[in-house]
């Protein structure tokens, strides 16, 4: 009974030293899933970005959304903006990992330290 007590303890006291910080959040899931190599990242936002474009629903017509130099597109109304492609983080695994992890389990995971309000992708990458 004690030992298991033990164990309980120990597990919520690594619930408790991490969170849904982006560096917190990378630990867990290379602790549970690639606990050697830690090669399972997390990315704010796409690194190349191809054009992209918005739909007008009261024109019914697709225009081009401006770019930057930095290949950031130019939102001109923020108010009610989502984001190009819905999402507020990547999660990038190793295409080698793929058949050894429950995407299940991997969504529930990061769905416990994530906020309630940010919106993920699992990307799988090269290398």
Known sequence: ???????????????????????????VLNDLFDPIERRITITDEVEEQADQTWYQRHTETTRLLPMRETRRPLIIERRGFGGINGFDFWINIPLSLYATIELSRLRAIVSTYKLASKRFSINYTEG
Do not use: P, T
């Open 1 to 27: 009974m004690y030992g298991q007590f033990m164990q309980w303890r120990a597990d919520i006291e690594y619930r408790l030293e991490h969170n849904g910080q982006v560096c917190y959040l990378r630990s």
